[in-house]
């Protein structure tokens, strides 16, 4: 008995063994001082994330699109050129954003001119043209009654007011441009460089783990990718259909409207709603009924997409519900604002991938 007891491994016996050695003070001292330091490392390291917060934001977002962008690439380098050559992958990258350039450019040149020129003209006419305004809105019944002088008065003010604050703003505006150039180029490293980050993440992963993650990452990947193109897609169709109805409306800018509805339907649901009251504050400078053209065309293009083109372009693509859609929104506008709204959906996607494979319980039948 006695030699088979003194068999049994030291991992396998009971704390009440006689033969375990029971802890001594130095040892439980130094058990309390670890975990104190454990907890007091947490802290400083959650501290640390909520200060680099807008940091580690702009890095999400930057990898995220990465993401998103990679199969484009990988497209191009598909491509077969004479000979039978394949691109490189800067090469590749080199040639998406040159397309991304000329499109932007393109919008650019065309658009902006006659905008420009308007703005101008109209902030040299407007001292003339109020006074005349206020003097039609008098002869209206009750328009004593309704403050016009003192509206007049503010709206004299508007010019010089908007302008301070523009100059106001001006370190601001510069701040969101540095962001948006520095998130350019960090999307233009993870493109270049994201497999060999990608391992290194990796490599602090068990072999089982590590195969397990990476198929899960694979699926989240084609996901997202899916609904970059369905987002595409829509925000084409918008653009397109946009152009010819602002144009048949005769609205001003119809092109540079149009283009600006197809881009901002990149953020759903608010980034339409947004534009089309833009779309019909322009409308509306030139009459009433353009303006109500305007929102009579948007309420059914808005169930047209919802009826059928959503259910068909991207019933495959996020395999999200609607109401998981708009907390994704709710949540990233609130967080982040419009960059968390960008990347909301594609965020939401992967952490239904991920719930899907690690937590959920699925049935064996």
Request: aromatic share 10%; charged share 15%.
């Amino acid at each position: 008995m006695h030699t088979r007891h003194a068999s049994i491994p030291a991992c396998r016996r009971s704390p009440t063994d006689p033969s375990t050695p029971p802890l001594t003070d130095n040892s439980r001292n130094a058990a309390i001082r670890g975990h104190i330091l454990f907890a007091f490392a947490v802290v400083v390291a959650l501290a640390l994330l909520w200060r680099l917060r807008e940091v580690l934001l702009l890095v999400y977002v930057s990898a995220l699109f990465a993401v998103v962008l990679t199969p484009v690439v990988n497209n191009i380098m598909n491509f077969k050129l004479p000979g039978g050559r394949h691109l490189a992958r800067g090469a590749a990258i080199a040639v998406l954003l040159a397309f991304a350039f000329f499109v932007v450019a393109s919008i650019l040149i065309l658009g902006l001119p006659p905008v420009i020129r308007d703005l101008h003209q109209f902030a040299t006419d407007l001292p003339a043209r109020i006074p005349d305004t206020v003097a039609r809105i008098k002869r209206l019944p009750y328009a004593d009654q309704l403050g016009v002088d003192t509206v007049a008065a503010k709206a004299e003010n508007a010019v010089s007011a908007t302008a301070e604050y523009l100059f106001a703003s001006f370190p601001l505006w510069m701040g969101h441009i540095f962001e948006f150039a520095t998130a350019f180029v960090l999307c233009v490293y993870f493109m270049i460089e994201g497999d060999h980050a990608y391992g290194w993440f990796m490599s602090f992963l068990s072999p089982d783990n590590r195969l397990r993650l990476a198929v899960t990452l694979y699926k989240a990947e084609i996901r997202m990718s899916k609904w970059l193109f369905g987002q595409g897609t829509l925000m084409l169709i918008l653009g397109v259909c946009s152009i010819i109805a602002f144009g048949l409306l005769g609205v001003r800018y119809f092109v540079l409207l149009g283009v600006l509805m197809g881009l901002m339907n990149i953020i759903p649901i608010a980034g339409g709603v947004i534009t089309i009251l833009l779309v019909a504050l322009v409308a509306a400078l030139d009459s009433w009924a353009k303006m109500a053209g305007v929102f009579a065309f948007y309420l059914v293009y808005i169930n047209v997409e919802n009826a059928w083109l959503i259910p068909r372009i991207m019933r495959s693509s996020v395999n999200l519900m609607g109401l998981a859609v708009l907390i994704a929104l709710i949540v990233g506008t609130e967080l982040a604002g419009i960059p968390g709204a960008l990347v909301a959906v594609p965020t939401a996607a992967l952490i239904a991938v991920l719930l899907d494979e690690y937590a959920v319980q699925k049935d064996r039948a």
